[in-house]
Structure formats: C-alpha cells, structure tokens
C-alpha cells in the first residue's frame, strides 16, 4: 500500500518561493504506470489539480500556474517537489500529494476527486507577511 507524506513551511510570505516534498513510501515513483500529482484546495473552494511528473519525469502544469510552478524528483530519495515563485494570499491552501494511475489521470486533471487516487493527509500553506 502506498503511502505519501507532504512536508515543508506552513507559512510563507509573499513574494516568495513555496516548495513542498512528498515522500512516498512502498512504491517507486519510477514505477509505471503512476502520475505523481499535486492537488489543493484553497478556503471555501473545492479541490484545483495543479500538476504531475510522471513516472518517466514528464510533467504537466494547469495553464493557470504554469509560469510559476515547476515540479521535479529526486529518485534516490523517492520523492518528488513543487516550487511555486512569487506567491500571493491566493495560493493559501491545504496542498495535496496524490497517486494517480494512467486510468483516471484525465479525469483526476479536470475534476479532482478523493475517491480516485492514493492521497497523502495535506498540508496547509498559508502565505501571509
């Protein structure tokens, strides 16, 4: 059974760079077919896909975030980061790690679902000076 755990600053301040890790643990992140994914939720919004790397270190962003994000890996560690720059009161959210496999990542791009994937517990991210 996979399990993901998100770690990183609860609170950043504007302007800045967020960067969260997801460690996962039982199974590889180079293993086929998964698509490591991010996903939050913002205060009285529902879920928002932000984007994956792949199994194969493709990745894909929301066109949203795009120009700021980057998601990348490290393999050695089994884990895989997301960078977002210039952060604004409007990334506060709780940040989710997710395992998605090739079946539902479509579906999971457009309309994000727990009852779809292996989710890590969240970690909240407040950006506030």
């Known amino acids: 059974q996979v399990q993901l755990q998100e770690s990183g600053p609860g609170l950043v301040k504007p302007s800045q760079t967020l960067s969260l890790t997801c460690t996962v643990s039982?199974?590889?992140?180079?293993?086929?077919?998964?698509?490591w994914t991010w996903i939050r939720q913002p205060p009285g919004k529902g879920l928002e896909w932000i984007g994956y790397?792949?199994?194969?270190?493709?990745?894909d962003y929301t066109p949203a975030l795009k120009s700021r994000l980057s998601i990348s890996r490290d393999t050695a560690k089994n884990q895989f980061t997301l960078q977002l720059t210039s952060v604004t009161p409007e990334d506060t959210a709780v940040y989710y790690c997710?395992?998605?496999?090739?079946?539902?990542?479509?579906?999971?791009?457009?309309?994000?679902?727990?009852?779809?994937?292996?989710w890590g517990q969240g970690i909240q991210v407040t950006v506030s000076s």
């Open positions: 997710v395992q998605v496999d090739w079946a539902h990542i479509l579906y999971v791009k457009s309309t994000p679902d727990r009852d779809f994937g292996s």
């Open positions: 039982s199974v590889s992140i180079t293993t086929n077919p998964y698509y």
């Open positions: 790397i792949d199994s194969g270190g493709r990745t």
